[in-house]
């Protein structure tokens, strides 16, 4: 999936919090993107994604506007919030509503959080907010991997994660496919050794650093 960012400036009040960011994320490219709290990564990410209007500058995402085009465009990507939504329905009737509307068999879902070693089976009758914090971004998780998409964003993707699961995202993460595009908004560094290719370093709304890794 390829997103052009141009000249992109985003306020929120008399808070300037993107200044004029230009990136272009290629296809294949598995991206860290870093920076102290308040640098503008969420901000970025959710303006990809067509959250936001841009007070000026442009974003397009394989051509397209992500606000005009904002439904067509998250068929092709998978994303997960640093924090997992309130969501008060089943683990079952979630995951038949991603089955629905997305095409992914429930199989799919249920095999990619047995490998996080989440058991689906065991709580799916719970409601999705009445899991732990693990539990949730594991299944969050399992549901992303299990969509194949064209492009994945994960906000502070092991957050809540202990060590074993951190260990088995990585090693999920090693099976997606080359030409897919990958960005994961993190603070642990360490934990995405080998996964990237490319690090981008925001503060205060700028990019301060965008360089090519070796794998």
């Known amino acids: 999936m390829k997103i052009e960012i141009k000249d992109v400036i985003k306020n929120f009040g008399e808070e300037n919090v993107l200044d004029g960011i230009t990136l272009d994320i290629n296809e294949g490219d598995k991206i860290a993107m870093l920076g102290p709290n308040g640098a503008g990564k969420t901000t970025l990410i959710r303006a990809i994604l067509g959250y936001y209007k841009l007070n000026s500058g442009e974003i397009s995402v394989d051509g397209k506007d992500p606000v005009k085009k904002r439904v067509e465009i998250l068929k092709k990507i998978s994303f997960i919030p640093q924090l997992p939504p309130p969501i008060k329905i089943s683990i079952d009737d979630l995951l038949g ?22 058991d689906i089976k065991a709580n ?23 969509r194949e998409s064209e492009l994945y964003i994960f ?23 080359k ?3 990958v960005i994961y908004v993190t603070h642990r560094l360490e934990d995405l050794k080998g996964l990237t290719n490319r690090l981008i370093y925001l503060d205060i709304g700028k990019v301060t650093e965008d360089k090519r890794l070796e794998v």
């Open 155 to 177: 906000d502070e993707p092991t957050a809540n994660l202990d060590p074993k699961g951190r260990e088995n995202f990585a090693n999920l993460l090693k099976g997606l496919k």
């Open 124 to 146: 799916i009758k719970k409601p999705f907010f009445k899991l732990s914090g693990g539990m949730k971004q594991k299944l969050l998780i399992a549901i992303a991997l299990a």
């Open 97 to 118: 509503y991603i089955c629905t509307t997305s095409g992914v068999k429930k199989e799919r879902i249920i095999k990619e959080a047995e490998d996080m070693e989440l």
């Open 179 to 181: 030409e897919s595009s």
